[in-house]
């Protein structure tokens, strides 16, 4: 009887540690700075979910192995979004928008082509008289000694990036994401619940 009521708290705690655990574990990730605790964090998780998946295709057969990968990649999914939209927000809460003058191309070559392929980045100079590099993501390159607009953060913690103050971002796709981490966790929390309880019967 003891052994049944052990088995039962077991697979309680394994039924809500499993969903709970990967929340935490991304919102640790996303809310943190980078830093070689949330690099720990985030490989600990992965790792986590390598075993789960050789756990699911052992013991679970094909159909939990897919629900473990789903909730691989819906994790980490979940978490560059979360990432990426924290700074958008940070940008747009408190950024600061200035003119910076252009004084440099920086040009990138694919592995394939010729050198000076693409310029991918420039090199600006604030109105504080501070340089800062500029990733393009595709943007046309403005001319050297041009004016373009700049945005910076007054903390720092964020890069200063090309153009104007971004809107607010959406989440829609995070909160999709969201959904697939949380179902698919629970999925397999189910599955390693029963398998506890049975185990400590």
Do not use: C
């Amino acid at each position: 009887m003891a052994s049944s009521g052990v088995g039962f708290v077991a697979a309680g705690a394994v039924l809500l540690g499993v969903p709970a655990g990967r929340y935490l574990a991304a919102r640790t990730v996303w809310e943190g700075r980078p830093s070689p605790w949330a690099a720990l964090l985030f490989l600990a998780v992965v790792a986590f979910h390598g075993v789960g998946f050789w756990w699911a295709a052992k013991n679970g057969g094909a159909a939990m192995a897919l629900v473990v990968l789903v909730l691989n990649l819906s994790w980490m999914l979940l978490v560059y979004l979360r990432v990426d939209m924290r700074d958008d927000q940070t940008m747009h809460d408190r950024g600061v928008t200035e003119q910076a003058v252009v004084t440099g191309w920086i040009r990138t070559s694919g592995p394939f082509a010729g050198a000076d392929e693409e310029v991918t980045a420039i090199d600006v100079r604030l109105p504080t008289g501070a340089a800062a590099r500029l990733r393009l993501k595709g943007a046309p390159a403005p001319q050297v000694g041009e004016s373009v607009r700049t945005t910076r953060d007054p903390d720092a913690h964020v890069p200063t990036r090309l153009g104007p103050r971004p809107e607010a971002p959406g989440t829609v796709l995070a909160t999709i994401t969201l959904v697939f981490v949380m179902t698919s966790s629970l999925l397999i929390s189910t599955a390693m619940a029963s398998a506890a309880r049975d185990s400590l019967r």
